[in-house]
């Protein structure tokens, strides 16, 4: 499965984005997808997974309380809805899924289908 991460861009800090992964070449209404973000010199971070159903919903401590992650299957697509951002929230921005089971996970290297990733700048 191909997936599409977008909506990053630059926002004042406290200001909200949508970020949108999308999913062609087949549905992915049975796996499980999650965000993550690297910013410039830092490994790669968990930010939230959601299960297939969206009944199992995980998060950071970090954004935990600011980010949503929510999905329509119907749309073949999941969101990040990030409230409230601060400046050390800004990174790249990639969905993953994992396409051999509908349950998340923090680790990513467990995600074998990943997007292109989108950039997401917060000003202070």
């Known amino acids: 499965v191909q997936l599409q991460a977008f909506g990053g861009g630059l926002v004042q800090a406290g200001g909200s984005l949508r970020l949108s992964c999308t999913a062609s070449?087949?549905?992915?209404?049975?796996?499980?997808v999650g965000w993550f973000r690297q910013a410039p010199g830092k490994e790669r971070e968990f930010v939230a997974t959601?299960?297939?159903?969206?009944?199992?919903?995980y998060y950071s401590d970090s954004v935990k309380g600011r980010f949503t992650i929510s999905r329509d299957n119907a749309k073949n697509t999941v969101y990040l809805q990030m409230n409230s951002l601060k400046p050390e929230d800004a990174a790249v921005y990639y969905c993953a899924a994992r396409t051999t089971t509908g349950w998340g996970s923090r680790d990513w290297r467990l995600y074998d289908s990943w997007g292109q990733g989108t950039l997401v700048t917060v000003s202070s």
């Open positions: 070449g087949r549905t992915f209404s049975n796996h499980a």
């Open positions: 959601i299960s297939w159903s969206g009944s199992s919903l």
